[in-house]
């Protein structure tokens, strides 16, 4: 097989999974993991459910690549985000802004890791952990890092980098009240500015001061601060 014939075939295959776990997302999120079959989410992709199981062994393991891709999306745009920054102070507030903009464009995945982690088979749940906390060392690097230059004051970097990942979270799971309170660049401004009077050295402020202000966060359809007729209620409408 040719070149160009194998980059079409590898091209239709990264499409065609996108496209399964798509429809696994909405659906589980929707109407719940254990309701949902593989043949549910066959239809709602458009495919034979023969077809899905060349992509995935059962319905556990269809569960497991839609919960993997966020965290895949995190560990692709947090480092490319950081590419290029070299001020410590600066790199810790991008990988923090990046995490949350994978999140506020994934929202339903976020918000079914939580609801249907717990479904998974242990091996696979204990998958899903590692790669949250191989996502997590990326952001523990850059809070070390501003400890290390005196930027922010010594604390425990496993909790500081915690309170990032639920600052995120927080924006789907809670994203039927927020988004009527603030627009995400609102939300990571006043999240962080949080968190820079918890942590920021005199050094420190000195430095956040002369940052250059962060490119505006991409919109994911957000809805405008005051727009509360078309709110949705309830724990439900997080995504």
Same mark, same amino acid.
């Given at each position: $097989?040719?070149?160009?014939?194998?980059? &079409?075939?590898?091209?239709?295959?990264?499409?065609?999974? @996108?496209?399964?776990?798509?429809?696994?997302?909405?659906?589980?999120?929707?109407?719940?993991?254990?309701?949902?079959?593989?043949?549910?989410?066959?239809?709602?992709?458009? *495919?034979?459910?023969?077809?899905? /199981?060349? /992509? *995935?062994?059962?319905?556990?393991?269809?569960?497991?690549?839609?919960?993997?891709?966020?965290?895949?999306?995190? !560990?692709?745009?947090?480092?490319? @985000?950081?590419?290029g920054l070299a001020?410590? %102070?600066?790199?810790?507030?991008? =990988?923090? +802004?990046?995490?949350?903009?994978?999140?506020?464009?994934?929202?339903?995945?976020?918000?079914?890791?939580?609801?249907?982690?717990?479904?998974? +088979?242990?091996?696979?749940?204990?998958?899903?952990?590692?790669?949250? $906390?191989?996502?997590?060392?990326?952001?523990?690097?850059?809070?070390?890092?501003?400890?290390?230059?005196? %930027?922010?004051r010594p604390v425990? *970097?496993?909790l500081a980098t915690?309170?990032?990942? $639920?600052?995120?979270?927080?924006?789907?799971?809670?994203?039927? +009240? $927020? !988004?009527? %309170?603030?627009?995400?660049?609102?939300?990571?401004?006043?999240?962080?500015?949080?968190?820079?009077?918890?942590?920021?050295?005199?050094?420190?402020?000195?430095?956040?001061?002369?940052?250059?202000?962060?490119?505006?966060?991409?919109?994911?359809?957000?809805?405008?601060?005051?727009?509360?007729?078309?709110?949705? &209620?309830?724990? =439900?409408?997080?995504?």
């Open positions: $097989m040719s070149a160009p014939s194998r980059l &079409s075939d590898d091209l239709l295959v990264q499409r065609r999974r @996108a496209q399964i776990v798509a429809a696994a997302v909405e659906l589980f999120a929707g109407q719940g993991y254990h309701q949902t079959t593989v043949q549910d989410v066959a239809r709602r992709a458009g *495919v034979s459910a023969g077809l899905i /199981y060349q /992509y *995935v062994a059962d319905k556990d393991d269809l569960l497991l690549q839609a919960l993997a891709t966020v965290l895949d999306l995190y !560990r692709q745009e947090i480092p490319r @985000a950081l590419r001020d410590p %102070l600066e790199r810790w507030r991008t =990988a923090a +802004r990046a995490y949350c903009e994978v999140v506020d464009r994934h929202r339903e995945s976020c918000v079914l890791a939580y609801r249907s982690t717990k479904s998974l +088979r242990r091996d696979r749940r204990r998958v899903i952990k590692e790669a949250e $906390m191989e996502t997590n060392a990326l952001i523990a690097g850059c809070v070390r890092d501003c400890i290390e230059a005196g %930027l922010f425990d *970097v496993e915690y309170q990032v990942v $639920m600052l995120a979270h927080a924006w789907a799971l809670k994203h039927w +009240r $927020m !988004r009527d %309170l603030w627009t995400l660049d609102e939300y990571l401004s006043r999240g962080l500015d949080l968190f820079a009077h918890a942590l920021l050295t005199p050094r420190g402020w000195r430095r956040w001061r002369a940052l250059p202000a962060p490119a505006p966060a991409p919109r994911a359809g957000a809805t405008r601060p005051g727009a509360r007729g078309r709110r949705r &209620s309830g724990p =439900a409408a997080a995504s």
